[in-house]
Nanobody, 119 residues
């Protein structure tokens, strides 16, 4: 059974840093990407960062230059280094693993870790 478990969230002051981790257990075949998403209260879940199997990364403008996604291909762990955090980064952050089965794309999700940026 596949499980994704996020950790590293917490309370941080504006301008501070946090590193989120996502531990993936279980076997997942045909992974095509891994990513971080977040959902703030009253808002839709949004992409924060994604990394492909080839190591290509993509970030929305709101976090580009501040957040860095990385991946351990040996054990499929995923990380998100967040610097210069802003109050608008406050959200629950979710880890996602995208995989293909029978030519259809599916996603596994973690349960989320809360990040609060406040003075």
């Amino acid at each position: 059974q596949v499980q994704l478990v996020e950790s590293g969230g917490g309370l941080v002051q504006p301008g501070g840093s946090l590193t989120l981790s996502c531990a993936v257990s279980g076997s997942i075949r045909s992974i095509y990407d891994m990513g971080w998403y977040r959902q703030a209260p009253g808002k839709q879940r949004e992409l924060v960062a994604v990394i492909s199997n080839g190591g290509s990364t993509n970030y929305p403008g709101s976090v580009k230059g501040r957040f860095t996604i990385s991946r351990n291909n040996y054990n499929n762990s995923l990380y998100l280094q967040m610097n210069n955090l802003k109050p608008e980064d406050t959200a629950v952050y979710y880890c996602k693993v995208g995989y293909i089965a029978s030519s259809v794309r599916y996603n596994y999700w973690g349960q989320g870790t809360r990040v609060t940026v406040s003075s």
